[in-house]
């Protein structure tokens, strides 16, 4: 009973900061600048604060099984040198 009490604690506090926190951008930030920033690392929470979209290859990184899969891909990707430049060819200056 104490560690539901503590958890329903720990998420309320964490949707207080989240309400009450702001963005630059007046369209970003907020619950969507949070699961960005929690789920996918701080640089795409930042990025998506930016203006950017988050890209289908980190949403599927979400997904258990698949998302295995998605990270060796994302992996062999950096180790073949690919760059934001290159990614901003492949997929546009809304992701990159």
Do not use: Q
């Amino acid at each position: 009973m104490k560690k539901l009490i503590a958890s329903l604690m720990v998420g309320l506090l964490l949707l207080c900061a989240v309400g009450t926190s702001s963005a630059l951008n007046e369209n970003r930030g907020g619950m969507m600048g949070f699961i960005a920033g929690c789920c996918f690392g701080m640089r795409a929470g930042a990025a998506y604060n930016d203006g950017k979209e988050i890209h289908w290859r980190e949403w599927v990184l979400i997904i258990p099984v698949a998302n295995i899969f998605f990270a060796i891909w994302n992996g062999v990707d950096g180790a073949n040198g690919m760059t934001t430049a290159d990614y901003t060819k492949a997929y546009g200056m809304s992701f990159f």
